[in-house]
């Protein structure tokens, strides 16, 4: 398993959490479940064939403030084989992840920390 927290600061973020969801998702098909109106959790799976093996990320938006995100990002469950070995796999997707937040908040000028 892997991790990853990463804040997105500026302008109208709370306003526009959804659409930081909506982006996170044209990438892959999630489950989506709204713990509150400031907490938001995705789920997903993603084949990796290099491992031969399903991954699962969970993306964790909570929203600190109307300027501040905080997202947390967890994948696990990519090892295959007698050791285990994920390949790569999980820190690979977080990085994914991190990148589509992280162009996605450039459109508005957010900075992503």
């Given at each position: 398993?892997d991790?990853s927290?990463?804040?997105v600061?500026?302008?109208?973020v709370g306003r526009n959490?959804?659409?930081?969801?909506d982006?996170?998702n044209s990438d892959?098909?999630?489950?989506?479940?709204?713990v509150?109106s400031?907490?938001?959790v995705?789920?997903?799976?993603k084949?990796?064939f290099?491992?031969n093996?399903?991954?699962?990320?969970?993306?964790?938006l909570?929203?600190?403030?109307?300027?501040v995100?905080?997202?947390?990002i967890?994948s696990g469950?990519?090892g295959?084989g007698i050791?285990g070995?994920?390949?790569?796999?999980?820190?690979?997707?977080?990085?994914?992840?991190?990148?589509?937040?992280?162009k996605?908040?450039?459109?508005?000028?957010w900075?992503v920390i």
């Open positions: 398993m991790s927290r990463i804040w600061k500026g302008k109208n959490v959804d659409r930081i969801i982006r996170i892959m098909d999630s489950y989506r479940v709204d509150s400031e907490t938001v995705l789920f997903s799976e084949y990796y290099r491992n093996s399903n991954l699962l990320s969970c993306i964790i909570n929203m600190e403030s109307e300027e995100c905080r997202i947390d967890v469950g990519g295959s050791a070995s994920d390949w790569g796999a999980e820190s690979s997707r977080i990085k994914d992840i991190e990148e589509i937040i992280k996605f908040s450039l459109t508005y000028g900075e």
